[in-house]
């Protein structure tokens, strides 16, 4: 079984993904992880020597290394390595955010990290999240979810967000910075951020975090049964 869960940056996909992964039984993927471990080698690999990783010049960076970005599941949580390495624990920054979208916007990142995503959900029941999960990497999913919420909202998450380092910045900064992403992620030329044909949409900014996976739950249940 696939479930897809599209949206955009901070719509609370990825902990309500894996709540409904646990009460089906089933494995949780963040898609996202996987751009920013492009994001995170960029940075911190490929031009470890950059004193200012805004001025990287990403249209020339060599990108076989994404290649050797894996992911695992390991007791029930995703991983991700990098030539062995698991990385995980370093991919939720919010400094990562911005440039993982730059990056996912080039087609060869895109195109590398296609059959990543697809050979995951060959072994397992998975719920995915991310930008074009029901668009184009699964566009045969079992169901289809586009989650979406107010700036507003999605910005007090962020800043309440233990997982998420946002190194103290403040609403505004954060505010514009999650604009930025959701015109980004929505506007590239390649599997832009998109409601899926056939997605239910779900706007979760009025619903609390249980009240919206319930929603989920009601729906999965209902077209199952
Ligand atoms: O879901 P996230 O915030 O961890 O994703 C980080 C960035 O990765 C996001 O701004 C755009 C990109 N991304 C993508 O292009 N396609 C996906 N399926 C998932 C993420």
């Not at 290649?67 to 995980?88: A, C, N, W």
């Amino acid at each position: 079984m696939i479930i897809t869960i599209d949206g955009p940056g901070a719509s609370g996909k990825s902990s309500v993904a894996q709540e409904i992964a646990r009460k089906l039984g089933i494995h949780h993927f963040s898609t996202g992880l996987l751009y920013r471990a492009v994001a995170y080698v960029v940075m911190y690999f490929v031009h470890s020597d950059s004193s200012n990783n805004h001025a990287v010049d990403i249209q020339n960076i060599d990108l076989s290394f994404v290649s050797e970005i894996q992911f695992r599941f390991k007791d029930g949580h995703g991983l991700v390595f990098f030539k062995g390495i698991d990385i995980t624990e370093f991919l939720f920054d919010e400094a990562l955010s911005q440039s993982a979208s730059a990056l996912s916007a080039l087609p060869e990142v895109r195109h590398r990290l296609l059959d990543v995503q697809r050979a995951v959900a060959k072994d397992y029941d998975v719920i995915v999240d991310g930008r074009d999960c029901g668009s184009v990497v699964f566009p045969d999913a079992d169901f289809k979810f586009f989650l979406t919420a107010s700036v507003e909202s999605r910005v007090q998450r962020i800043l309440k967000d233990p997982n998420r380092a946002h190194a103290g910045h403040d609403e505004q900064y954060v505010s514009g910075q999650l604009i930025a992403r959701d015109q980004r992620d929505s506007t590239r030329a390649i599997a832009p951020l998109v409601v899926p044909q056939d997605a239910v949409i779900i706007d979760s900014s009025d619903l609390t975090f249980h009240q919206t996976v319930d929603k989920f739950l009601e729906i999965i249940t209902k077209k199952a049964g």
